[in-house]
């Protein structure tokens, strides 16, 4: 194969990238979310790319990987349905009572908690969700909140690794590169398992002193009621069905995104008095709208080749 030659599309799409992803990360100097770095990008691309000749929108569309934004959507939906019901506070509560004044106990079944959402949740969405019910706990025992915070962010991103819907950069992988749920959790899964018992030891080590406190038990009864049980209920019933659709969608030749799609549907029938549009509402479009542009951004800076042009400097050190 004849090497790729420079020219001015990939110089083009190359700076054009450089600087997307420098007011990405740069969000907290500047203070404009990154998303609307990544609008500008994508449109500049799409923009770069007709005038070259390399990119246009209809080749924009086709680089977004819907199965991505689809599945992420769903979950968002089916999370947003799950929230009001006082389901997430029933089992904290009671986790927190079981735990009888043992606060490493009480770090380890948390924890535990928080991991198991986030093999299907999105990490963040697991932690923006037990976050405040942590304070609210430790204010009623009396102790400091630090340790069950970290364990919380800590253990959701180490559950999140561990399966391909756990966390949006393992679906772009797994999308990309035709991983399914059941060959990439095989893969990562007792590596994750190693790092989590790992991360548990360290902070009961570091934080020994703060989880050797005391606490003052109160009575977390009246705290425990859920408002919709029938939701939570027919929640849980069909999380757990998606879990075995999840491990079967690659033999029923289903993406993951629907089986999550599947899900919400059934959830929106079964689940008692469910409004689309109040729960549609909460799903997070900025999130969804960053995704699609990074895909659009990407795909652009494919079609010119400037990727290719890169990676043939690499492919002699393999």
């Known amino acids: 194969m004849e090497p790729l030659l420079w020219n001015n599309a990939m110089l083009a799409s190359g700076i054009i990238l450089a600087v997307t992803f420098v007011g990405i990360f740069t969000e907290g100097v500047h203070g404009f979310h990154r998303a609307k770095f990544a609008l500008a990008g994508a449109g500049a691309m799409v923009l770069c790319g007709q005038f070259y000749g390399f990119y246009n929108p209809e080749l924009a569309i086709e680089a977004i990987d819907w199965n991505v934004v689809f599945l992420l959507g769903a979950m968002m939906t089916i999370v947003s349905i799950m929230i009001p019901t006082g389901g997430f506070q029933y089992l904290a509560y009671t986790i927190a009572d079981l735990s009888q004044g043992r606060l490493f106990l009480l770090l380890v079944m948390m924890g535990t908690l928080v991991t198991v959402l986030s093999l299907l949740l999105d990490n ?14 430790c204010q009623a025992l009396r102790v400091n909140p630090i340790p069950f915070l970290l364990a919380a962010a800590l253990l959701s991103d180490t559950g999140g690794v561990a399966t391909l819907v756990g966390d949006p950069p393992n679906l772009m992988i797994g999308s990309a590169a035709g991983i ?11 590596i994750v398992f190693v790092a989590w018992v790992g991360t548990l030891f360290l902070l009961k080590y570091l934080f020994r002193k ?73 799903v997070e479009i900025t999130l969804l709208v960053f995704f699609m542009s990074l895909f659009i951004l990407i795909g652009g800076v494919e079609h010119s080749q400037f990727l290719q042009f890169i990676g043939q400097f690499i492919v002699p050190f393999e």
């Open 124 to 137: 963040v969405t697991t932690v923006v969700i037990f976050g405040p019910l942590i304070i609210l706990i």
């Open 180 to 190: 399914d749920f059941n060959t990439f959790f095989m893969h990562m899964g007792f």
């Open 210 to 282: 703060k989880l050797a406190v005391k606490p003052v038990m109160p009575e977390f009864s009246e705290k425990e009621e859920i408002a919709d049980p029938r939701t939570w209920k027919m929640a849980l019933a069909i999380l757990a069905a998606m879990v075995v659709g999840f491990i079967l969608h690659d033999d029923l030749h289903w993406e993951p995104w629907f089986v999550a799609a599947l899900g919400l549907t059934a959830l929106v029938f079964l689940g008692s008095n469910v409004e689309m549009d109040d729960y549609f509402s909460e």
